[in-house]
């Protein structure tokens, strides 16, 4: 009987011990897969700080900036301590992935390569959220791409040892979120002015649905044709006063396409407005954020007085006179053609009012897009700016130096006004827009041209 005992008593002392054993080891297993939780997302592995910092610069690496086209150039939207990417980063943003390009996404194929993101590489996507670069792994994962890590971008911005770079003046183009905050809060007290801006009379784009508080500007309240320049001082200035504009208010533009507003905003600083703002990437950008959307018409307010005298800053637009002196003047002077290459060699004149085909004579392209509606080399799949070295490899390719004045012009202004915009969001200061452009240029015969490829190509 004793003895049965014994036996029964060992029985369970030995089922005891497996069972804590057991429990021993399901808690360290536990413990392992927590720690395997901190070193990996989804299926990405995540870099150290340290392993960046050596990394960065390096031949077969690539760091990636998955955000905002907004927040690299230089917001902080997303709990960062500071705006702006890391310093030798490239751009590829989890947004243009929502973007339909073409059925076979080859453009966006054809973009990875321009960013330098290469199966050979090493590649380090990061953002602040923990989704947009995980996105961003995703498809390269599905395009054949291995070498692939994740880091959060919220821990390099904390350390002010460690570079990061905004464009001088991101603060031009704005995210949605800015312009929520902006109507939420009153712009804390300052004058604001949201415009949405088209050619004609009140469009059905902002009949369908505006940013609220929104108003129209036609694009002929401030130039004219045939030459579609901008309208006299006097004009402008009245304008402004008709639209409730002054020197120190805050003006946002935006519209379905953003060339119109660029053209607008580029006018207004040289009339002297301090202030201006375009919503980066458009209507799209706006729509696509899910802010509230508004159908009311909004009309115009009037004020008594602009505040300075008109033009304050009349350097930054020049006319006939003017460009013609930057061509005379080429060592330190540079006349850029922001048309597409067909116009740029007078195979085309772009506009179905223009005859003339050719160029100024002594331009240099600057690049455009792909006809006179279209911009792609200077916008990224979702019409946000594209990065500022990429702009610059562009104008290193054609010969620009910026350093030089750089005077932009295109058919009748609008290309250029978005171009001139995006440059002095880069922080260029000796730059101005040729408002006549081609148009102007062409309509006197005695004005030197030239047509096919460049001699010294």
């Keep these: 009987m004793k003895k049965d005992r014994k036996i029964l008593l060992f029985a369970i002392l030995l089922i005891c011990s497996v069972f804590f054993a057991a429990c021993s080891n399901t808690e360290e297993t536990s413990k392992k897969d927590s720690s395997n939780e901190d070193t990996s997302i989804g299926d990405f592995p995540t870099i150290s700080i340290d392993d960046l910092q050596n990394n960065i610069g390096k031949e077969d690496w690539v760091i990636v900036d998955t955000r905002s086209n907004d927040a690299f150039n230089g917001w902080a ?14 751009d590829f943003s989890a947004a243009w992935l929502d973007v339909v390009i073409d059925s076979e996404g080859e453009q966006l194929l054809d973009l990875l390569a321009t960013k330098g993101m290469t199966k050979e590489r090493n590649i380090v996507l990061y953002d602040a959220n923990g989704k947009d670069a995980k996105t961003v792994a995703n498809y390269l994962q599905e395009q054949g791409f291995e070498n692939l890590a994740i ?3 919220k ?25 929520n905050d902006t109507i939420e809060n009153n712009n804390d007290g ?24 929104a108003v129209h500007i036609n694009t002929d309240e401030v130039e004219e044709g045939p030459v579609w320049n901008r309208l006299s001082d006097a004009e402008l200035e009245a304008f402004a006063l008709n ?12 519209g379905a396409d953003s060339m119109a507003a660029y053209r607008v905003g580029v006018i207004l600083k040289y009339m002297g407005t301090d202030d201006v703002r375009v919503l980066n990437g458009g209507w799209a950008a706006w729509s696509n954020a899910g802010y509230e959307i508004e159908t009311k018409g909004n009309e115009k307010e009037a004020v008594d007085s602009f505040g300075v005298l008109v033009p304050a800053n009349p350097d ?11 061509v005379t003047n080429r060592k330190n002077s540079t006349l850029v053609d922001i048309r597409s290459r067909a116009e740029f060699i007078g195979e085309t004149s772009g506009y179905n009012y223009i005859e003339p085909k050719g160029r100024p004579q002594g331009s240099v392209w600057g690049r455009a897009g792909s006809d006179s509606s279209h911009l792609e080399d200077y916008r990224n799949p979702d019409d946000t700016m594209r990065n500022a070295s990429q702009i610059y490899d562009m104008w290193a390719e054609e010969g620009i130096d910026p350093s030089n004045h750089l005077a932009f012009y295109c058919g009748t202004g609008w290309r250029a006004a978005e171009v001139l915009f995006y440059a002095d969001v880069m922080g260029l200061e000796n730059i101005t827009l040729y408002d006549g452009g081609w148009n102007e240029w062409s309509m006197d015969s005695s004005n030197p041209i030239e047509t096919g490829e460049p001699a010294d190509l």
Aim: proline letters at 6%.
């Design 155 to 179: 821990e390099w911005a904390a350390n002010e040892e460690l570079a990061m770079e905004s464009y001088p003046n991101y603060e031009m183009l704005v995210p949605p979120s800015w312009i």
């Design 77 to 90: 939207l997303e709990g960062e301590k500071r705006g702006g990417h890391i310093k030798g980063a490239v």
């Design 243 to 254: 639209n409730g504009i002054t020197s120190n208010t805050t003006v946002i533009l935006y």
């Design 316 to 326: 930054y637009i020049i006319d006939l006179e003017e460009a013609k002196q930057v």
């Design 190 to 213: 300052k004058p604001y002015k949201i415009f949405e801006v088209s050619w004609g009379e009140e469009s059905e784009d902002y009949k369908n649905g505006h940013i609220p508080g």
């Design 151 to 153: 880091f959060d971008v």
